[in-house]
């Protein structure tokens, strides 16, 4: 994709990406309840990632007035809303992959406050999810309680765990080693696929079941390769976070060059989750690429970012599912993965 449209002879005729960013914040914050601490419109894990891109913004930008959204939501939200005989404590429920949303939502909390509260929940679900990890085809955490599913999500988001708390507690030596461990493990799992994208998960027969490449599961493990190279120095965490990354922008695109989830032009744009995934993909590959600054990388953010600016929105402020437009409905899902991306594009403007 060519960075011609980007060159810094037409540096004035960018989009005020900060601008953008901070007004889409603006947006996404009139569906936050002060009252439960979470987002209408979207669900528990969803509300985790929201609180994600609250975070990410204010540390990019510099911006504090929504510091308060956080021991707020850390208050209120510690059991969600599930029924009474399944809530558990500190954010945990039966899934392992919404646990570790929020886990690494407290980790990026703690990084930007200082509070030890928050990172210690973040070690709390850490503990909680080695139970999810057995000898099933050869190790891995478990989908969730029923241990019906082994999938890439889970153990991408536990590698990335494991990674950034070995990083911020070294003294504990098992984040590490379950860092290494569980890489090693999913990198053998089969998983990634030949064309160097991640499919969903595992058959019974613990082979890889061609299913979905959902982007955000492109996305998740970039971080989590960034992450272990920042902990070992070893730059083959960037090679391979390389190959997946080159197949995600190059594949995982629409006709326009847009990021676009592979069900979204077979009638997905009612899926609950979905709206969430292209927000995280682009997270992470911002954090991959200031290890790996290929020009490539920075050039899609901005044509997403723009893409978006121009097609995806409407006359509120709100954006839909589709990248390349036009605006179909709006909800917090939706908006987090824009701000995630304008987010992305102020900082490679």
Request: with cysteine; net charge neutral.
């Amino acid at each position: 994709m060519s960075e011609a449209p980007h060159a810094s002879g037409a540096a004035a005729a960018r989009p005020d990406y900060r601008g953008a960013a901070e007004a889409g914040i603006g947006v996404l914050q009139r569906w936050y309840s002060r009252r439960t601490g979470l987002w209408r419109s979207t669900g528990w894990w969803n509300s985790a990632n929201a609180l994600t891109a609250v975070i990410r913004h204010s540390r990019h930008t510099g911006d504090q007035s929504r510091r308060w959204v956080i021991e707020n939501t850390f208050r209120r939200a510690q059991r969600g809303f599930l029924p009474v005989q399944r809530r558990k404590p500190g954010f945990i429920n039966d899934f392992f992959d919404d646990n570790l949303w929020w886990a690494l939502a407290w980790v990026a909390a703690a990084d930007l406050t200082g509070d030890e509260r928050y990172r210690a929940a973040a070690q709390a679900i850490f503990t909680h999810s080695l139970t999810g990890w057995d000898d099933t085809c050869g190790g891995g955490l478990w989908w969730n309680e029923k241990r019906d599913y082994k999938n890439a999500i889970t153990n991408e988001l536990f590698v990335t765990l494991a990674a950034l708390l070995a990083a911020r507690v070294p003294a504990q030596r098992e984040y590490r080693d379950w860092a290494l461990r569980s890489w090693q493990w999913l990198h053998g799992s089969g998983m990634i696929g030949p064309s160097g994208l991640v499919n969903d998960g595992l058959t019974a027969a613990c082979a890889n079941n061609g299913d979905t490449t959902w982007t955000y599961n492109q996305g998740v493990i970039l971080g989590g390769l960034a992450a272990l190279h920042e902990l070992t120095g070893d730059a083959a965490y960037l090679g391979q976070g390389e190959v997946i990354a080159d197949a995600a922008v190059r594949i995982l695109v629409d006709a326009a060059g847009v990021l676009a989830e592979p069900a979204e032009s077979r009638g997905g744009a009612a899926d609950r989750d979905m709206p969430q995934f292209k927000g995280i993909f682009v997270r992470y590959l911002q954090d991959f690429a200031r290890h790996r600054p290929k020009p490539s990388y920075r050039a899609f953010i901005l044509a997403n970012a723009d893409s978006v600016l121009a097609r995806a929105g409407n006359a509120a402020g709100q954006y839909g599912l589709r990248w390349s437009g036009p605006f179909d409905t709006a909800d917090a899902s939706r908006q987090t993965s824009a701000v995630e991306l304008l987010t992305a594009a102020a900082l490679n403007a």
